[in-house]
């Protein structure tokens, strides 16, 4: 099975399933199927099947030419179900990992892909979790559910790990430019998931074990969150000492050595920053180990959105204005800059906290369209500077490289800038976090 599989991956004949046709799953789908492997995607979501299946691309990363000419090539389909699993050779997991309200993985998605994947394959195939997930997951729950039908690993079938590292709407860094780590469960499964994406990624690093490779990726997002909820506080702390914190980073990062700029903002977003750091704190519980640095920047960095609300209600205060009843415009919902991606986004929470206050809120993005928060929907204002001058406040939560911040400046009675959009600007109406 090994020797068979390996020639198939070398000779492009090993057909690959990706379950989850989400920001990470139908990237690397079109990946593979560009260099000539055929794909099949599996999504639950039929409105995404049913945009595939008419050629059209909900991902910003992805566009519809290039779903257009893979589909046209034969070499990419999707369905809604897992009965494409039985003919496949190649299984990559790439579905949502969630906390639930009680702050605890909801791994839920992975173990349906693990148990549908039993239920309809055949023997010889590779699986590789991608999901981000606590360490322990792939052995611990992917492996039982697949060796229930009796089929050995090694000898039936091969199993690994390798986190995914997207960053949507980043132009310089592709999935295919991204250094990948593999770690098996077993030596053999490590090998052939190294060789399987070394078809399409330039570097693929082996690490010693699946719960390594878990790890690795929890490392990369526990790092980001724990420098993030140090700036925030420090942003915190300079609005106290009426010290310029964008003034203090940009001089800090001078320093050639023994620094790396951070940045604060409204709050976390994402589906991995704000959750990731949250699986490893609670599995180290199940350990009896306090992650309290985890803990602690989770602290901070939720706290963000109602400081942000906190310093409109200042601002505003100063202009001898309430903020029940204040025409409050939030500039950006989505959770980073140019993506339509509003998962996680401190916007969601500002605008839910304004709303409780009494305020009069409205959005613009020229990503997103409308958003839903407690079963209210709000739609985007078209962009209309004659709108932004009817405001009591426009608050920059997101900063899109589309939208001209400079006549928002000129036409707004005030801007609550949080992501430093207008740096060494100084102006009346201007206010920073």
């Known amino acids: 099975m090994y020797s068979r599989l390996k020639n198939k991956i070398v000779t492009k004949k ?10 990470v799953g139908l990237p690397l789908a079109v990946e593979f199927a560009k260099k000539g492997f055929e794909v099949s995607g599996v999504d639950l979501d039929r409105s995404r099947v049913t945009a595939l299946q008419n050629k059209k691309s909900y991902i910003l990363d992805v566009t519809n030419e290039d779903i257009r000419a893979i589909m046209d090539a034969g070499l990419f389909s999707a369905a809604a179900d897992y009965r494409a699993v039985k003919k496949l050779d190649v299984i990559i997991i790439c579905v949502p990992t969630p906390l639930r309200k009680t702050r605890e993985p909801d791994i839920s998605y992975i173990v349906n892909a693990a148990e549908e994947i039993a239920r309809h394959r055949k023997k010889g195939q590779l699986i590789i979790l991608e999901s981000t997930t606590y360490p322990g997951t792939t052995d611990e729950v992917v492996l039982p559910a697949l060796s229930k039908s009796k089929m050995r690993l090694d000898t039936d079938f091969f199993l690994a790990f390798s986190p995914e590292r997207v960053d949507p709407g980043n132009i310089r860094y592709k999935t295919k430019d991204i250094p990948k780590v593999v770690g098996g469960v077993t030596k053999k499964s490590a090998e052939l998931g190294q060789l399987f994406y070394k078809q399409v990624i330039r570097t693929v690093m082996v ?3 699946a719960k390594t490779a878990e790890m690795v990726k929890l490392l990369e997002n526990t790092f980001r969150s724990v420098n993030i909820g140090l700036v925030n506080e420090i942003a915190l702390m300079c609005h106290k000492l009426d010290i310029n914190v964008w003034e203090v980073i940009e001089s800090a990062k001078t ?5 790396m700029p951070f940045y604060p903002g409204p709050g976390l977003g994402g589906h991995c920053i704000p959750i990731d750091p949250l699986y490893l704190s609670w599995k180290a519980r199940l350990h009896g180990f306090e992650a309290r640095f985890i803990e602690l920047a989770d602290m901070v960095n939720s706290y963000m959105p109602e400081y942000v609300v906190k310093r409109i209600a200042e601002i505003l205060n100063k202009a001898r204005k309430p ?4 025409r409050i415009l939030i500039s950006g919902v989505s959770y980073k800059k140019d993506v339509n991606d509003t998962r996680e986004s401190p916007s969601i929470e500002i605008i839910r906290l304004l709303e409780k206050k009494g305020a009069v809120v ?4 020229p990503y997103v369209s409308e958003i839903k928060i407690d079963g209210n929907c709000f739609r985007s204002m078209a962009w209309n500077i004659r709108k932004f001058r009817d405001k009591d406040c426009v608050v920059i939560i997101t900063d899109h490289s589309s939208v001209d911040y400079e006549e928002i400046l000129k036409n707004s009675k005030i801007v609550f800038d949080t992501r430093n959009v207008y740096k ?3 102006a009346k109406n ?4």
């Open 14 to 23: 090993a057909r690959l399933g990706v379950i989850g046709l989400g920001y």
């Open 207 to 209: 690490v010693s074990s």
């Open 255 to 259: 320093k050639p050595f023994g620094f």
């Open 323 to 326: 903020l029940s009843g204040s």
């Open 362 to 365: 409205s959005f613009f993005d």
């Open 424 to 426: 060494n600007i100084k």
């Open 430 to 433: 201007l206010v920073r976090l």
